[in-house]
């Protein structure tokens, strides 16, 4: 089944940087477009950065020029590279493939808290 593990998380001031990991199985890695999401307590989750099979990126306009995602298909990971990271940032940040399937599975999250 698809498991979605991701880590690197964690609490760092305004202007500080993070670099989130998501370990990927399960599915055939190197043929899925995969993202990252992010979720703020009482909002909705959002997409906020997205790299394709062929190595294709886009990103959020909330987060575009600080955010940086890659993948490593030998080591079927994701990663996001956070920096200048602002408190509205603030959230739960998960990965998965893109679009995001109507019904499960998430993985348990990372969160990442700025303080100001």
């Known amino acids: 089944q698809v498991q979605l593990v991701e880590s690197g998380g964690g609490l760092v001031q305004a202007g500080g940087s993070l670099r989130l990991s998501c370990a990927v199985s399960?599915?055939?890695?190197?043929?899925?477009?995969m993202a990252w999401y992010r979720q703020a307590p009482g909002k909705q989750r959002e997409r906020v950065a997205f790299?394709?099979?062929?190595?294709?990126?886009n990103y959020a306009d909330s987060v575009k020029g600080r955010f940086t995602i890659s993948r490593d298909s030998a080591k079927n990971t994701v990663y996001l590279e956070m920096n200048s990271l602002k408190p509205e940032d603030t959230a739960v940040y998960y990965c998965?493939?893109?679009?995001?399937?109507?019904?499960?599975?998430w993985g348990q999250g990372t969160q990442v808290t700025v303080s100001s």
């Open positions: 790299i394709g099979r062929g190595g294709v990126t």
């Open positions: 998965n493939v893109s679009p995001p399937p109507r019904i499960g599975p």
């Open positions: 399960g599915i055939r890695f190197r043929f899925n477009d």
